[in-house]
């Protein structure tokens, strides 16, 4: 290598790659409708053909971009397929990648106001209008003591939640001194495996997560939630923790967060409301009524990285009173420390979080709402659903198929009428093909297919080619 010549990439050479990027990430969207949708690659062969050693000497960025052409996108399954229906979503948009690549350019790590006023402030507002925009509680909002935080996952967001209601119960004396009494965390059968794996991070322990029953509808049975708590105090327990559920994974379940509330505030439980999907719904004035209950709640998460047009990773953390998720989360050495925090005149967000360390993620929400506007994100939760509903109303008309749980958002669960083998058989035979792409549960012991409507550029010609291809592979596999 030239000794004069410097190790980093030049300006203009950023320039020139920076602008074949972009023209490859469009050219991707352009085409992605037409890739197999899953990955066929077998486990191991991604490895395979990686270089064994890494380089000792730089190598050009052609070969790096090429090599992602041949190396890497064959074990890449396509999220942004329209025709991808797994899972939950974790849609994108243009300005949102645009906005994320900024955020990388500027490369600044926001975990202190100081380090970045920009990133902490841009995040504060932007939750406070989304906060409007969903017609979240007052209390949600950051003046007084509540606010919004944006988490990498929901994961993270709600083990967050549950922290903070443990110190609150315990006064603070857990952090020092870890959990002496049986703290009891109530959660449904159906509720994100996220909230157990807190349970576990958090020092409750799963035997002490209580998995109240769901009704016919999927949804937590309040009753039998109540008479839990009573259970749990009378033998010693201290109860402190539910997490209701506004679109169940499984069964897109709605629990009553209204009678749930009731509860959590006649026992002194701290609620926390995880809408992970469906709460992106709430921007249409007709569907706010999913959050019916939500003034109980002391903590609300939803994740615009799945159907709110917002790269992953971006999880709002909305919490009734931030001083019992700093209290629980705050530590403070020396080299931390700035003058603004120690006046107070400042949110240090690295205490709302588990991680010190930040990305700017408000920068891409931000881009994400301004772009499309209130309108243009109605218009788009609406015509999901609309599509969802569509589709919805051919499988209930087609004998050969039955829907297994309530369907009014975007996620439809159902099967072939038959018995597990036959759906398990059905799933791999669609998702071989590649054509499309879908997931599965178990509900009521049934396996069942998922199918849920998310994808920034899913249109009714994808959601007929999908109702075709299910119908067709039915008849292949039966
Ligand atoms: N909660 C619900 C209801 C979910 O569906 C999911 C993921 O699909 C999560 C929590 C976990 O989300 P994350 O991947 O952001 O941790």
Redesign the pocket.
């Known amino acids: 290598m030239n000794k004069n010549k410097s190790i980093h990439m030049s300006n203009n050479e950023f320039r020139k790659y920076g602008y074949a990027v972009i023209d490859w990430i469009a050219d991707y969207y352009e085409n992605v409708e037409h890739y197999s949708v899953k990955s066929n690659i077998k486990p191991g062969n991604i490895r395979l053909s990686l270089q064994t050693l890494p380089p000792k000497t730089g190598e050009s960025m052609n070969l790096i971009l090429e090599d992602i052409d041949k190396l890497i996108m064959p074990g890449i399954t396509h999220w942004q397929s329209p025709k991808f229906f797994g899972?939950?979503p974790a849609n994108t948009s243009g300005p949102s990648i645009l906005a994320d690549l900024i955020s990388s350019g500027l490369g600044v790590n926001g975990m202190l106001w100081e380090t970045s006023p920009a990133c902490t402030e841009l995040e504060t507002h932007v939750l406070d209008w989304l906060a409007k925009i969903l017609s979240l509680p007052e209390h949600f909002i950051s003046k007084n003591n509540g606010g919004g935080v944006i988490?990498?996952?929901?994961?993270?967001?709600?083990l967050c939640a549950m922290i903070a209601a443990r110190e609150k119960k315990n006064k603070g004396k857990s952090n020092l001194f870890g959990l002496k009494e049986d703290f009891v965390a109530y959660i449904s059968s159906e509720?994100?495996?996220?909230?157990e794996k807190a349970a576990m991070i958090a020092g409750i322990g799963s035997k002490n997560l209580r998995i109240i029953n769901a009704t016919d509808d999927f949804s937590m049975d309040s009753n039998q939630l109540r008479k839990q708590i009573v259970k749990d105090i009378e033998s010693g327990c201290i109860p402190f923790f539910v997490c209701a559920?506004?679109?169940?994974?499984s069964s897109n379940a709605i629990d009553p967060l209204y009678e749930i509330g009731k509860i959590s505030k006649e026992f002194n439980l701290w609620m926390h409301v995880?809408?992970?999907?469906?709460g992106t719904a709430a921007i249409c004035p007709e569907y706010q009524y999913i959050q019916k209950g939500l003034e109980f709640a002391q903590s609300y998460?939803f994740?615009p990285?799945?159907w709110m047009l917002t790269n992953?990773?971006c999880?709002c953390l909305f919490i009734k009173n931030q001083n019992y998720l700093i209290n629980a989360l705050s530590i403070m050495p020396e080299y931390l420390k700035t003058e603004s925090s120690n006046n107070d005149e400042v949110i240090d967000y690295r205490d709302w979080q588990i991680s010190l360390g930040r990305r700017f993620r408000s920068l891409k929400l931000w881009a994400v709402i301004r772009y499309y506007g209130v309108d243009g994100l109605q218009d788009y939760v609406r015509n999901h659903i609309s599509l969802t509903q569509k589709l919805l109303d051919w499988i209930n008309a087609d004998k050969n198929f039955e829907v297994i749980a309530p369907a009014p958002f975007n996620l439809i669960c159902f099967r072939a009428k038959g018995s597990n083998k036959l759906n398990r058989n059905l799933l791999n035979y669609i998702n071989d093909s590649g054509e499309i792409f879908i997931t599965h549960t178990i509900l009521k012991d049934l396996f069942t297919l998922r199918l849920c409507v998310g994808q920034t550029h899913t249109n009714i010609k994808h959601i007929k080619q999908a109702w075709d291809l299910i119908r067709d592979a039915l008849m292949e596999v039966k």
């Open positions: 899972y939950f988490q990498d996952t929901a994961s993270s967001a709600s509720t994100h495996s996220s909230i559920t506004i679109g169940s994974t995880d809408a992970a999907m469906v998460v994740n990285h799945k992953f990773d999880s």
